[in-house]
């Protein structure tokens, strides 16, 4: 009996799901296929009260046309998947293939008692600037099309959804356009059922932003909206009013400058309402432009002050969420810097007074060049938290370059070249650095880590999970293509988590 017991321990363990949000990780569902939902929002089932998530499909061969998936969820932590909740269907002259349906969003109409899906609908080049709508009688569909509108006989980009907790009504948020008579932001009330909209509440005129959503508290509305830089991060920023009419303040970052909302764009927001306290969460995406199915969920806490008018996005490697209470934590790690690690080739420290102990590892080029962190392990798989500075810039040459012969070039940051554009030196945007992680020597299992560029100076962290034995590791780092050359970024220092609780799933 006491073998069986231990077995069906260890059967369950090895089953067992996702405690901790890690953001710009890669998330997987309970069948451990990765999670791919992107620029999406969430909706409670009326029947059980979970939640579920609706988000972009991007695969290589559709990456704006892959149709709606919807992941559901208890915890915010442990994601099922049911499949595609609108699919592409061929031929069709909104929903094709070859169609950009992006920023999903449902919510419920007591009216019908439907669930409504509505997103920015529109062709491959752009030119339409309509609004998609879907409906089901299951919150995780099938939806079927009902139509594509120009809202209010506006044009329509990226959309939102906002739904006030108070008195139920929802509203459109979207931008119309790039066009000279456009760039203009909309607040737009819905009709009670959720078919159309009524009437535009606000508007933010020639603000030119994109990716809108509103977080609702207590005392006051926040709408967050990022600044139209493509599939390049950029400095996300919030208004803030006493109603949905206005007036809105002027606009404010959320996050330190340069980090460029730590590598995100906004795109929805979460109000938990818990038995012990109210948390705001951030729910944004980081783009991997060269790769955008390869993009990342972040989803992080706020720091709102109504007495102040501030709302701050502050950065968390892992954080532990209870959604009953609200309640959260952050995760402490054992950090290892860059400093006390062992460089070969023409990896080396150099002086940066922004580093931890004032060092930074730098030269860190394929697979001569590396950086080795010896870490204690817990005998389990563990994540690592790797922060980096990775500059966007670099001349593309035919010599493979080290610290001698081509130092990094870069601009300070997207838009501090002239004309915003890294011509002066023909070079071109990296957008992301990808590294190589070797644990304990075992080169038969190379981990990848992409590193997003950051602005000069300012540090990032990604975290990978690894399998660390018991005792003494070794954390090799060295470089791997990103699609211009084997560069990976420059290390600050690493971080070591405690191997995640386990939780068996549910029966």
């Not at 709508?133 to 329509?156: E, M």
């Not at 119309?176 to 760039?183: I, L």
């Not at 006390?340 to 930074?360: P, R, V």
């Amino acid at each position: 009996m006491a073998v069986k017991s231990l077995l069906a321990f260890l059967a369950l363990a090895t089953t067992a799901h996702s405690k901790w949000i890690v953001p710009g990780a890669r998330w997987y569902d309970t069948e451990g296929n990765i999670f791919n939902a992107h620029a999406g929002g969430l909706a409670i089932d009326r029947d059980t009260g979970r939640f579920f998530w609706f988000g972009e499909h991007k695969t290589k061969e559709d990456p704006e046309g892959g149709g709606v998936s919807v992941y559901s969820s208890d915890d915010l932590a442990t994601w099922t998947s049911h499949g595609l909740a609108l699919t592409p269907e061929d031929g069709h002259e909104f929903i094709s293939p070859e169609s950009i349906i992006q920023r999903p969003k449902v919510q419920y109409s007591d009216v019908d008692q439907k669930y409504h899906m509505w997103w920015h609908a529109d062709d491959s080049k752009y030119s339409l600037l309509l609004q998609g709508h879907a409906t089901s009688d299951n919150i995780s569909g099938p939806y079927v099309f009902d139509k594509a509108v120009a809202p209010l006989g506006n044009w329509s980009q990226d959309f939102g959804l906002f739904t006030d907790y108070k008195d139920g009504r929802s509203y459109a948020l979207y931008s119309n356009g790039d066009s000279v008579q456009g760039r203009d932001n909309y607040l737009t009330r819905f009709n009670e059922a959720l078919t159309d909209l009524e009437d535009v509440v606000y508007t933010w005129p020639k603000f030119d932003l994109e990716a809108p959503t509103i977080i609702q508290t207590e005392r006051s509305y926040y709408a967050l909206m990022s600044h139209k830089t493509g599939y390049r991060p950029n400095n996300v920023v919030a208004f803030r009013a006493d109603s949905l009419e206005g007036p809105w303040s002027q606009p404010f970052f959320v996050s330190p400058a340069y980090t460029r909302t730590f590598s995100t764009q906004s795109g929805f927001s979460w109000r938990i309402n818990g038995t012990k306290q109210t948390t705001y969460l951030y729910m944004a995406d980081q783009w991997d432009g060269n790769s955008i199915w390869e993009s990342r969920n972040v989803w992080l806490p706020m720091d709102i002050d109504d007495d102040k008018g501030k709302l701050e996005v502050k950065w968390h490697d892992i954080y532990d969420l209870d959604v009953k209470t609200g309640e959260w934590e952050p995760v402490e790690g054992k950090e290892y810097p860059a400093a006390e690690a062992k460089t070969i080739g023409g990896a080396y420290l150099q002086e940066a007074n922004f580093a931890t102990l004032s060092k930074i590892a730098t030269g860190i080029y394929g697979n001569d060049s590396k950086i080795t962190f010896e870490v204690d392990g817990q005998g389990d798989d563990q994540w690592v938290s790797f922060y980096h500075q990775s500059k966007q810039l670099l001349l593309i040459i035919s010599e493979r370059p080290t610290h001698r012969t081509c130092p990094d070039i870069d601009d300070m940051g997207f838009g501090d070249q002239p004309m915003g554009a890294p011509d002066r030196i023909n070079g071109t945007w990296q957008l992301r650095r990808v590294s190589s992680v070797v644990v304990n020597d075992n080169e038969d299992q190379v981990h990848t880590l992409y590193q997003k560029d950051t602005h000069k100076g300012i540090i990032l962290s990604t975290a990978l999970k690894l399998p660390l034995n018991k005792g003494k590791n070794t954390i090799t780092v060295g470089g791997l293509s990103n699609g211009v050359n084997i560069k990976g970024a420059d290390l600050d220092k690493i971080v070591v988590y405690p191997p995640e609780p386990r939780q068996p799933p549910k029966c």
